[in-house]
């Protein structure tokens, strides 16, 4: 049987549909796992008008920010939460942020997503770049998708949803992200196939990044960061200073600055390779999997402030590290796009609810680290 496709939004066609609810019960997949997807508007404050997609496997459960550049809003899997409490109440529609503000860093008013997207054109600190104003992490997490669908596969047993966030404009770099989520029934798991599109006449540069913030239960203090490295590098001098143990959390610390550090992730079999944040006791986490060819960069964002100023640890598969975007051109990490080129990655997001789960996925982390000498430096990277 094919899959089941409904169309959520498209603006091509004048499509919009204020809510939308599949279960269990539809005729399409019937099934003993209690699943949904669920469609709608949310109202009030901040988040007035943001549509919002509910997926749930019947183990794991999403939710989906369309009006946010089809970012994550929040999870769930089995009782552990997904995401963390920024100090905003979000989720923030996007005309409520000023990217400008602040000298570029109005992103930060709208952020508090589990996941969130940073690019196309440009991601990192803001400044300028040959004349071009460029704002911290870009443009597509404040771009609303202008196609939606939400796919039920019974041949697979999967649930999915699809969307399109176009950035452009006239004088502007023309790009478009295309993604697709997909989840099977009563599994840990999220796969993410995105790609993006350069739509203009000319090469077109491009960085991408995906922040995946997680916060308490699944980051405390003593929480671990396991991810095979080549390199790594802090960001800054204050980095610098913990570099010792750039890999352990701190808990909550009133006052405390961000420390980056810049990842180089060593890969296993077919180029691939694995990331893993677990709690203290090592009895719940998440993990990352992705091609190194796709995103040959990591990046781990360490903000373990106190818990009202936004207590979250970040990973973040990227394309180039964070810096501004002259200084990662320099270094010749920037990737352009021909004209109708596209940049593609697969990755996957796993959910860990047991000491087992964690071990398991820690042994490969160490099985790929095995093979490859690791070079901590401590000399910052700008």
């Given at each position: 049987m094919p899959p089941i496709v409904t169309?959520?939004?498209?603006?091509?066609?004048?499509?919009?549909?204020?809510?939308?609810?599949?279960?269990?019960?539809?005729?399409?997949?019937?099934?003993?796992?209690?699943?949904?997807?669920?469609?709608?508007?949310?109202?009030?404050?901040?988040?007035?008008?943001?549509?919002?997609?509910?997926?749930?496997?019947?183990?794991?459960?999403?939710?989906?920010?369309?009006?946010?550049?089809?970012?994550?809003?929040?999870?769930?899997?089995?009782?552990?939460?997904?995401?963390w409490q920024a100090p905003v109440i979000g989720p923030v529609h996007p005309q409520f942020v000023s990217l400008r503000d602040r000298n570029g860093l109005g992103w930060l008013t709208g952020f508090d997503e589990w996941l969130c997207r940073c690019g196309l054109f440009s991601m990192g600190a803001p400044g300028d770049d040959n004349g071009y104003p460029l704002t911290l992490h870009g443009r597509i997490a404040n771009s609303p998708a202008h196609k939606v669908e939400a796919i039920v596969d019974p041949d697979t047993q999967t649930l999915g949803l699809s969307g399109e966030v176009e950035e452009g404009g006239l004088f502007y770099p023309h790009l478009r992200l295309s993604t697709s989520m997909t989840t099977a029934l009563g599994s840990n798991t999220i796969t993410i196939v995105d790609t993006v599109q350069n739509r203009s006449a000319k090469p077109v540069e491009i960085e991408v990044l995906y922040h995946l913030n997680n916060g308490p239960p699944i980051l405390e203090a003593g929480s671990r960061v396991r991810m095979p490295v080549s390199e790594v590098t802090p960001m800054t001098k204050w980095a610098a200073q913990g570099i010792g143990d750039w890999n352990v959390c701190n808990g909550p610390v009133a006052g405390f600055s961000?420390?980056?550090?810049?990842?180089?992730?060593?890969?296993?079999?077919?180029?691939?390779?694995?990331?893993?944040?677990?709690?203290?006791?090592?009895?719940?986490?998440?993990?990352?999997?992705?091609?190194?060819?796709?995103?040959?960069?990591?990046?781990?964002?360490?903000?373990?402030?106190?818990?009202?100023?936004?207590?979250?640890?970040?990973?973040?598969?990227?394309?180039?590290?964070?810096?501004?975007?002259?200084?990662?051109?320099?270094?010749?990490?920037?990737?352009?796009?021909?004209?109708?080129?596209?940049?593609?990655?697969?990755?996957?997001?796993?959910?860990?609810?047991?000491?087992?789960?964690?071990?398991?996925?820690?042994?490969?982390?160490?099985?790929?680290?095995?093979?490859?000498?690791?070079?901590?430096?401590?000399?910052?990277?700008?």
């Amino acid at each position: 049987m094919p899959p089941i496709v409904t169309t959520l939004t498209d603006v091509a066609r004048d499509v919009w549909l204020d809510t939308f609810a599949a279960g269990p019960d539809d005729e399409a997949m019937k099934s003993a796992t209690t699943w949904s997807i669920r469609k709608r508007t949310l109202r009030g404050g901040l988040r007035e008008g943001v549509d919002i997609i509910d997926v749930d496997n019947g183990a794991l459960s999403f939710s989906v920010l369309p009006t946010r550049g089809m970012g994550i809003w929040k999870g769930r899997f089995r009782g552990v939460s997904l995401g963390w409490q920024a100090p905003v109440i979000g989720p923030v529609h996007p005309q409520f942020v000023s990217l400008r503000d602040r000298n570029g860093l109005g992103w930060l008013t709208g952020f508090d997503e589990w996941l969130c997207r940073c690019g196309l054109f440009s991601m990192g600190a803001p400044g300028d770049d040959n004349g071009y104003p460029l704002t911290l992490h870009g443009r597509i997490a404040n771009s609303p998708a202008h196609k939606v669908e939400a796919i039920v596969d019974p041949d697979t047993q999967t649930l999915g949803l699809s969307g399109e966030v176009e950035e452009g404009g006239l004088f502007y770099p023309h790009l478009r992200l295309s993604t697709s989520m997909t989840t099977a029934l009563g599994s840990n798991t999220i796969t993410i196939v995105d790609t993006v599109q350069n739509r203009s006449a000319k090469p077109v540069e491009i960085e991408v990044l995906y922040h995946l913030n997680n916060g308490p239960p699944i980051l405390e203090a003593g929480s671990r960061v396991r991810m095979p490295v080549s390199e790594v590098t802090p960001m800054t001098k204050w980095a610098a200073q913990g570099i010792g143990d750039w890999n352990v959390c701190n808990g909550p610390v009133a006052g405390f600055s961000e420390r980056v550090y810049c990842c180089v992730p060593a890969a296993g079999g077919e180029g691939r390779t694995i990331a893993v944040l677990h709690d203290a006791n090592e009895s719940k986490g998440l993990g990352v999997r992705w091609s190194t060819k796709d995103m040959p960069c990591c990046s781990l964002w360490k903000n373990t402030a106190a818990v009202e100023d936004g207590y979250v640890v970040g990973l973040e598969p990227s394309t180039n590290f964070p810096q501004h975007r002259s200084k990662e051109r320099a270094a010749g990490r920037v990737q352009s796009l021909a004209p109708g080129g596209t940049w593609r990655a697969e990755w996957t997001i796993e959910i860990y609810d047991t000491a087992e789960a964690v071990a398991q996925a820690v042994a490969k982390v160490d099985k790929i680290q095995s093979s490859v000498k690791s070079v901590v430096r401590r000399e910052p990277l700008t």
